[in-house]
């Protein structure tokens, strides 16, 4: 029989357990409460973004890990950067004939005419190779046609690289399909005005005049096209690298015209070569391609000793802009073009 202490005992017991379990519970719900106003505090108010396709999405942040280690301060060598690629352009078709607009670029630029493209040498792999710095197999892009239920290029190319620091960018294209290197939200703009290089260069010419972006691509279709119906190294072909030369006066008459010839790093290059009427890859010929360098404190009348890759492009596009590569780029900057102190430099 419990004596009236001991009941007494158990009530004042209880009450403390009691008390000490409404404390505990009341402080872990002011806990709750004062951790999850702070993380709203924290958040900043939500913002309406442009839309971005998911490729795009995976290729910005593919970029962002990759260049995230190192530091992004690099010196700027130009203010602009134009490439003009001119499918299927084997180098013969420049040097064994006249072309003056290209000779302006190479006799006071640097140039090389035995570059290579990439062993798998159609459009699509090796402009993705060009203007990524990367080879087929890590960009994924090993098909040659408009299929866009395949999706898009799985590495950072240099118009994601610029898009994300903010630079102003555009792609002037003969070929829809070079859409699958450039998808929405890693080019401000994408413009196929027609297939042939007159209407491309009209409305590259346009742009520059308007607004000349920081960065752009200039595509042209004619000597690939007269390769598959003529033969490489026809008659045919010849003058339609004659009709690319016509196309690439009306850029740098353009940028005459604006003021900036002597600001931009122009590279002049090709996709690949070819022979008979087609290119597989498997011949010299087939990989050769011509790679021309003019603008600000490139040497002038240089002939490049070193060996020149398409991938090249990217690596010295990325130096030239002061933008951080990526890790894992294959291409390096092709250093060599560019003057050393006393050196002549290429002039307009």
């Not at 003019?294 to 002038?300: A, F």
Request: charged share 20%; net charge positive; proline share 6%.
């Amino acid at each position: 029989m419990l004596t009236r202490h001991t009941v007494a005992t158990r009530m004042i017991t209880n009450a403390m357990h009691l008390h000490l379990c409404l404390t505990l519970r009341l402080m872990l719900s002011l806990c709750l409460l004062f951790h999850t106003s702070g993380l709203q505090a924290d958040q900043p108010p939500q913002q309406t973004r442009p839309s971005i396709s998911s490729e795009a999405l995976r290729t910005a942040r593919a970029g962002t890990a990759a260049t995230a280690a190192a530091p992004r301060a690099l010196p700027r060598r130009a203010r602009y950067v134009l490439i003009v690629s001119e499918d299927g352009m084997h180098p013969a078709l420049i040097r064994e004939q006249p072309l003056p607009n290209h000779e302006r670029l190479y006799k006071n630029g640097a140039y090389s005419f035995r570059a290579r493209t990439i062993s798998t040498a159609s459009t699509l792999p090796s402009h993705a190779s060009m203007l990524s710095g990367v080879d087929s197999h890590e960009h994924g892009l090993r098909w040659n046609n408009w299929r866009p239920e395949r999706g898009y290029i799985r590495a950072p190319t240099v118009f994601s690289l610029a898009t994300q620091e903010g630079l102003s960018t555009s792609a002037i294209v003969g070929k829809f399909k070079l859409r699958h290197i450039l998808p929405q939200g890693t080019v401000e703009t994408f413009v196929r005005p027609g297939y042939y290089c007159r209407k491309v260069s009209e409305e590259a010419a346009r742009r520059i005049e308007a607004d000349q972006p920081t960065l752009m691509f200039v595509h042209f279709s004619d000597p690939d096209e007269k390769g598959h119906s003529a033969g490489w190294l026809s008659d045919a072909q010849r003058a339609a690298a004659r009709e690319c030369d016509r196309c690439l006066g009306t850029l740098l008459e353009a940028l005459d015209r604006r003021g900036t010839l002597h600001e931009t790093l122009i590279i002049v290059s090709a996709d690949h070569g070819g022979h008979s009427h087609g290119h597989s890859g498997i011949l010299l010929s087939d990989l050769q391609i011509p790679w021309i360098a003019h603008g600000p404190k490139v040497r002038r009348g240089y002939a490049i000793s070193g060996r020149v890759s398409t991938m090249d492009t990217a690596a010295t596009v990325l130096f030239a802009l002061g933008l951080q590569a990526p890790t894992n780029l294959r291409g390096r900057p092709v250093h060599e073009i560019f003057a050393r102190s006393g050196e002549a430099e290429a002039r307009p």
